[in-house]
């Protein structure tokens, strides 16, 4: 496919957020950019919650500035894909944007899950966005994205993980042996590195597994992810602090429906793009507050990083990389310089 150079928004954004100084949008008004009446269909899955609250605020950013001319119409439920064919969906134009989430088809967009390894030191939401937009600039991963005829606008932020699960609580390393648990891209590596036996489950089939009895445990992001699927309805026990790390989703769209919009709608996303993660992130911490008190209440019991448990992570999480890089060398990429880019850029965004 020959890539066509666009002006996108997560190259733009880059630039705009070294600082976050951020516009808020106003009360309504005329529209501020004028332009011609364009409806976006959506797809996302599950309902709304942290999670989405970053594409929430673009929505009634661009809604409000154009004064409903450019409309993002946000379909919940998975009602136009499920998460893992949201990639395929934007591939063929089924809707000009979706949520993607490499490790759901890491086949697919292999060199995007080099944002999914374990324990990659980002401790904060704005350590992440910065990181990832350097990231998805690489040509390689741009080139990655435009075979599926996509174009990330920015990425979906998620906080770093923690394990919630059902039963005994798991008091040492040993009792981490055997037990079923859903995990994604590092974070299984992990849960291996316990013991556990891993696999993954499309968000929507979470609470059924757990309830069947088919998962023990699943490690997810914290808190907001839990409570947005009811999982410390049956959980007991969730860990106090371990911070796994975190894996990347984007917001991506079309590349087609993208180059077709007008120039002032797509620096328009470019503008609304700040406001979108420090409303996610304000988001994050209200509803992190609220779940805390939650799980105090249920009673769940707190499980501390043992010394044991942390050995065994810390010894998984090198040779994790290392086998990623070398997979990516392996497809013709360029492993080590990606993975040096990650952790440059990490460090980068951590300093300031």
């Not at 409000?64 to 946000?74: H, I, M, P, Y």
């Not at 796994?244 to 919009?261: I, M, P, Q």
């Not at 992130?281 to 799980?295: G, K, P, R, S």
């Not at 990623?324 to 080590?336: H, L």
């Amino acid at each position: 496919m020959t890539m066509r150079v666009l002006s996108t928004p997560i190259a733009l954004g880059a630039l705009m957020l070294s600082g976050l100084t951020l516009p808020v949008a106003g009360p309504a008004r005329a529209a501020e950019v004028d332009g011609p009446a364009i409806t976006w269909q959506v797809s996302l899955w599950g309902n709304r919650r942290g999670f989405t609250e970053g594409v929430e605020a673009l929505a009634a950013y661009l809604s409000e500035k154009t004064d409903g001319n450019f409309q993002l119409s946000l379909q919940y439920g998975a009602v136009l894909s499920d998460p893992t064919e949201n990639i395929d969906g934007l591939q063929i134009g089924a809707f000009e944007m979706a949520t993607v989430c490499s490790f759901y088809h890491p086949g697919k967009l292999p060199i995007s899950t080099g944002l999914n390894l374990a324990m990659l030191p980002l401790p904060t939401l704005e350590s992440q966005y910065r990181t990832y937009a350097e990231y998805l600039r690489h040509p390689a991963v741009a080139a990655e994205w435009a075979g599926w005829s996509a174009v990330p606008v920015m990425s979906v932020l998620m906080p770093n993980y923690e394990v919630m699960g059902r039963g005994t609580p798991p008091a040492d390393l040993a009792a981490w042996s055997g037990l079923r648990i859903n995990a994604s891209g590092g974070h299984a590596a992990l849960m291996q590195a316990l013991g556990a036996v891993s696999t993954t489950i499309p968000a929507p089939d979470l609470y059924s597994s757990m309830e069947r009895g088919a998962l023990d445990a699943i490690v997810y992001p914290y808190t907001y992810a839990f409570t947005a699927y009811s999982l410390q309805e049956l959980s007991t026990w969730v860990t106090d602090r371990w911070n796994l790390g975190t894996v990347n989703c984007v917001l991506a769209a079309n590349e087609d429906a993208y180059a077709g919009l007008p120039q002032q709608y797509r620096d328009l996303i470019d503008e609304a793009i700040p406001t979108a993660y420090a409303q996610q992130i304000e988001a994050y911490e209200t509803v992190d507050a609220e779940n805390e008190a939650d799980f105090e209440a249920r009673g769940l019991v707190r499980i501390p990083m043992t010394d044991d448990v942390r050995a065994a992570l810390q010894a998984a999480v090198e040779p994790s990389w290392q086998a990623w890089v070398e997979d990516m060398n392996s497809r013709g990429a360029p492993g080590q310089e990606l993975l040096d880019l990650i952790l440059s850029s990490a460090a980068a965004a951590t300093a300031e």
